[in-house]
């Protein structure tokens, strides 16, 4: 991707971050995924009051993908203030649904921290793990 693309979709993440529902954290997290039909989807952090059942912003942004029948993406941007990378759940979900794509971290100096997702998950348990336990 080129440079005005990568600063696009990261403000596309900074957007969605304003619809976060945080009132227990106020920790607003944004993010936008890019198909590789060039549509962006957005997701934002989804808080309950049961912790465990908060939904993550990078989760909320691939489901909507999926929902409107998405399989391929080309990058994902994640922004929150102080540009916090995914959680480990996240990044599971990265793996298994978007595969090796790069993700775009920004923090509200707009400071833009490059990984992919092999990067940030190095040896993600994945459907070739499941073909092994066949065997």
Avoid at 39 to 51: D, L, M, P
Avoid at 79 to 85: L, N, P, T
Avoid at 86 to 105: E, F, L, S, T
Avoid at 111 to 129: C, G, M, Q, W
């Amino acid at each position: 991707m080129d440079k005005q693309s990568i600063q696009n979709l990261c403000k596309e993440a900074e957007k969605a971050s304003q619809n976060a529902h945080a009132p227990y954290s106020n920790f607003h997290v944004g993010a936008a995924l890019l198909a590789k039909n060039h549509k962006i989807y957005h997701g934002c952090n989804v808080e309950s009051s049961s912790y465990g059942l908060t939904i993550c912003a990078e989760r909320n942004a691939i489901a909507a993908a999926v929902v409107h029948g998405e399989t391929e993406f080309e990058a994902l941007a994640v922004y929150s203030s102080v540009g916090a990378a995914p959680c480990g759940a996240c990044r599971q979900v990265i793996w298994d649904i978007c595969h090796n794509i790069p993700v775009y971290v920004i923090d509200d100096k707009g400071h833009i921290r490059t990984y992919t997702s092999a990067e940030i998950l190095p040896v993600p348990f994945d459907e070739n793990k499941l073909k092994e336990a066949e065997k």
